[in-house]
């Protein structure tokens, strides 16, 4: 037989063979993928397949721990909320307090206030909520703990006495007119003292018990916090059943979490996002104050932080009033508001709805209007020395992003204005990490540097006195420092005012810290199934939850 | 074999030790982790406190000695910020990443040494083409985009399968798709280069001539003296898989240990990232030793050399 008629035979059986072997591979993976894939699908969700109404939030996270006396983490605090009670919160549309685990409290004298607890009241475990439990979190708070840093924001307790097992009264030092707010902020939570005592806090943190309309079923660290309400609270069962904080990172993925039906309220929605969450049937978009407002700090000394180390021979042009006063001129708060996304202008450092915040005077649209005022900066730039439109060079630190959103942008507009009445702006943006570590808490801010902040009334006069050690400037005026300790210890309420109006008025003139905008918290929340009214405090917990329709 | 095993694994402890040493002094060096966990508020002399209770006031030479004598017994700290053990949120998480990693591997093996088979017997055709471009699309897409774009098409639009978590089984299916998809890319070019070069060796066509049926040609002659550089990039891939995909894994809020880096990083959690980046060094270097004995497995010859 020819060599060539058996290559030619050979050839066509090889090719055969090959499309055998291709036909055969391929219907093996289609097969292996087909089962995967239908097998997959076919195992339902691993929960929510009970009749439970079920809330699932998404946080962006990072979540801290569950010993609630151990951080100040805001966004984490929102969560430990359905979970512990405090002896009385803060109402939800902002105009008072409401009573916790205390039935009721009354201010016996200037310097004591007296807490009456309920009675048969417990702990999810059963240990009772009373007078000693009281005394003993509260001396926990109020005293350092490992690198515990609440203890400050509680130095105003002198003594903590137990009268009987069901009344508790708190001493402080001297008349606190902000009792109330700093009794119910961060690490006002009660946490059991046997149980704590008995597995300390590395247990505590994996199992944490609390007195609060909620259990903890669930946790899985900085991932997923799932809470059932509980039968025996003091107040009546919570009506939604469960509620979940699921720590979802990305703002898209939120979204199409909640597209999908698989969340129902996120925070923060990205400016692009909102008209599609609109236009989408059972969603709806809340806007609320996020207790949160951004200011650009001006350098006004060379000694505090780490300033005279890195910036040994450097004299800061905003150490000159009038400079300050024309950088506050010169920025056009409505334009940084609107840059911004979610804003609203602002020129003083409490948020509106507080009566300290003076709305009429610091958060009126044509008042801050007519403040954005480019002549009157170049006056100010004149009488500092320099004429003609040639402003000193400013260097600008910020980070990309600050608490509250977008901070790069409103930088480099800001920078835009500034330079149009002739500041030279050197502007650095820096990752937010970079920026804390390198410029904010190390006291590096050259000459103007962001500062996102919280708005309430209660902590803001310490901030701005003569012995206030933040690192980031140091501002000592001895008269504005004699209103501030007297707004501190003025229980009466009007007399309070008149004194914070005083205070304005330093504020403003001084212009340290410049006052740019209130940011608002843009939410979009199933209202199919859910109803919620953001709380004016801007916290995203959900005591107040209820199921829509009901 | 024995003495292969015993040189791997002083190597292992050398390296450890230096990875060890970067890891700790990139870190110290990357800036205070104190300065990103203290409030705004806290004065010079409370930031110090804090330095010293986390033992940050200490030499750095001292600092990295008792971190290296705990670290050998498994203590790795305390989260800064968890206020747990370092070394147990990272276990907590390494069984997710492990998962994940499996189901790509799995997804990218399925696909790809097929795919790189099927193109290298088609060369030139076609479907060696249509297999070429699909691989080099998926080499070159980026897997934050793949996975939104299979979440919006499987989870919005579809409803079928869940953007987030490992709640249930199907919540496994896209990220491990994204994964493995760019896995499977890189593969099957691999596999189909690799079969390529051995499809025109001498002893193929003898095995051919002899009579052979073209799948025990393909699969036994062929297929395993190619799947040395096949195995060597899965590996390598298969490594940083375990590390945890951060991507990925924040995309579909996997929570898996690239997660819990990226987390940690952003707050200067130190000693989790110390244990996690400890961690993936470790397994990064035991699947290399893990290739290397498939090496001998597979070509015997490995062994005397």
Known sequence: ?550 | MRAFIVSRLLQLVVTMLIVSVVVFFILRLSGDPILVVAPDFFSEEQIEQMRKFWGFDRPLGEQYITFLRKAVTGDFGTSYLAKRPAMELVFERLGYSWLLAAAAAAIGLTVAVPLGILSALKRNSFLDLLITMLSSLGTAMPSFWLGLMLIIIFSVHLRLLPVFGALEPKAIIMPSVTLGVGMAARLSRMTRSAMLEVLNQDYVRTAHSKGLMQNTVVLRHALRNALIPIVTVFGLQLGWLLGGSVVVESVFSWPGLGRLMIDSISVRDNTVVQAGLIWFALSFILINYAIDVIYILLDPRIRFQ
């Open chain 1, 1 to 550: 037989m020819p060599i060539g008629l058996n290559a030619g035979s050979a050839n066509i059986d090889s090719n055969m063979q090959k499309k055998e072997i291709t036909v055969k591979t391929a219907r093996l993976f289609l097969l292996v993928s087909l089962v995967a894939l239908i097998g997959a699908l076919a195992i339902g969700p691993a929960a929510a397949q009970d009749d439970m109404s079920e809330f699932v939030f998404a946080h962006s996270g990072p979540i801290r721990p569950m010993d609630a006396h151990s951080h100040w983490y805001g966004s984490t605090h929102w969560m430990l909320k359905l979970y512990y009670d405090c002896l009385i919160w803060r109402s939800a549309d902002g105009s008072g307090y409401v009573a916790e685990a205390a039935q009721s409290w009354e201010s016996v004298d200037d310097t004591t206030w007296r807490f009456h607890m309920r009675e048969g009241a417990t702990f999810h475990n059963g240990e009772p909520v009373d007078a000693a439990a009281v005394k003993w979190n509260i001396d926990r708070v109020r005293h350092p703990i490992g690198d515990i840093p609440l203890y400050q924001q509680w130095a105003f307790v002198k003594e903590v006495v137990v009268v009987d097992d069901l009344t508790v009264d708190i001493h402080t030092h001297e008349p606190h007119a902000y009792f109330e707010y700093d009794v119910s902020y961060n690490g006002c939570e009660l946490i059991p003292p046997a149980y704590f005592e008995e597995v300390g806090q590395e247990e505590f943190n994996r199992n944490p018990v609390g007195s609060g309309p909620y259990t903890l079923v669930e946790l899985s660290e900085n991932d997923r916090y799932v809470f059932e309400a509980w039968d025996d609270y003091h107040s009546g069962r919570p009506e939604v059943d469960r509620v979940i904080y699921q720590v979802i990172p990305e703002p898209s993925a939120q979204v199409a979490a909640l597209l999908a039906g698989q969340i129902d309220m996120m925070t923060g929605v990205p400016v692009p996002d909102r008209a599609a969450l609109e236009g989408t049937e059972g969603i709806t978009l809340l806007t609320e104050s996020a207790n949160i407002m951004h200011h650009y700090y001006a350098r006004v000394d060379t000694e505090s932080g780490a300033f005279p180390e890195t910036f040994p021979d450097y004299q800061p042009a905003t150490l000159d009033i009038n400079v300050r006063r024309a950088i506050t001129h010169a920025l056009d708060r409505h334009l940084l508001a609107e840059v911004h996304g979610a804003a609203s202008p602002r020129l003083a450092r409490v948020c509106s709805y507080y009566p300290e915040g003076f709305a009429d005077k610091y958060a009126d649209p044509d008042i801050i209007a007519e403040w954005y005022d480019p002549d009157l900066a170049k006056e100010y730039l004149a009488k500092a020395g320099y004429a003609d439109g040639e402003g000193p060079t400013l260097y600008l630190d910020t980070p990309v992003v600050g608490r509250g959103g977008g901070a790069k942008e409103v930088a480099e507009v800001a920078a835009a204005l500034l330079e149009e009445v002739g500041f030279t702006v050197d502007l650095t943006v820096r990752d937010a990490s970079a920026f804390a570590v390198e410029v904010q808490r190390s006291g590096n801010n050259r000459d103007l540097m962001l500062a996102t902040l919280g708005c309430g009334p209660a902590l803001l006069p310490l901030f701005y006195q003569c012995d206030w050690s933040a690192v980031a400037y140091n501002v000592c005026n001895e008269d504005w420092d004699a209103v501030a300790q007297a707004i501190q210890v003025t229980i009466d309420g009007d007399a309070r005012l008149d004194l914070w109006e005083q205070w304005w008025e330093y504020y403003i003139d001084l212009t340290q810290t410049i006052t740019l905008f209130e940011v608002t918290n843009v939410m979009a929340l199933n209202t199919g199934e859910f109803e919620f009214t953001p709380r004016k405090d801007g916290w995203m917990t959900f005591r107040e939850l209820s199921k829509a329709g009901m």
